[in-house]
């Protein structure tokens, strides 16, 4: 009888040893730091409505909240997409285009906002609906005794 050369059943079994993985650092790193950000927004969020604020602080709050979230966005860029590793070229090729996705969503919002104070400016219905909601809130007023 002829024995069956092709026949594997005497080879051992593979196997590999897991070793413990030594680069968990960086993971604790990045979680630090993104929950420490994140908890600094939220609390300086709270205290926008938690305190009677002066509407310069609450401008200079919503900037400072802004900042943050800006930093927390290229941060997780670098981390998660690993832009951190790369050359700066390829950094630009990405952050650059996004940047001035913001700046054109920026510029629009403030030349609707411009486009909107015009036309209610010199819009006469406009002008018109709204004087005679303001003489009808002012005589409800004088009614009542109200100031």
């Given amino acids: 009888m002829a024995h069956n ?7 051992p079994e593979i196997t590999y040893h897991h070793e413990p993985s030594h680069g968990t650092s960086r993971i604790w790193k990045t979680t630090i730091i993104l929950s420490v950000l994140t908890v600094i927004e ?3 969020g709270l205290a926008m409505y938690a305190m009677d604020m002066s509407s310069f602080v609450l401008l200079l709050l919503k900037g400072v909240i802004c900042i ?3 930093a927390k966005a290229f941060y997780i860029v670098s981390i998660f997409m690993h832009l ?5 070229n390829m950094i630009m090729t990405i952050v ?5 996705f913001v700046w054109f969503i920026a510029a629009f919002l403030w030349d ?4 909107r104070t015009l036309r209610n400016r010199y819009d006469k219905y406009y002008q018109e609906t709204t004087m005679q909601h303001e003489m009808k809130k002012a005589d409800t007023t004088r009614a009542t005794g109200l100031h």
Avoid: V
């Avoid at 951190?84 to 700066?88: A, F, K, T």
């Avoid at 650059?96 to 001035?100: A, C, F, K, Q, R």
């Fill in 5 to 11: 050369l092709h026949s594997n059943t005497h080879s």
């Fill in 42 to 44: 939220l609390g300086l």
């Fill in 68 to 70: 943050l979230t800006i």
């Fill in 84 to 88: 951190g590793d790369e050359i700066r």
């Fill in 96 to 100: 650059m285009p996004l940047l001035l």
């Fill in 112 to 115: 609707g906002n411009s486009f």
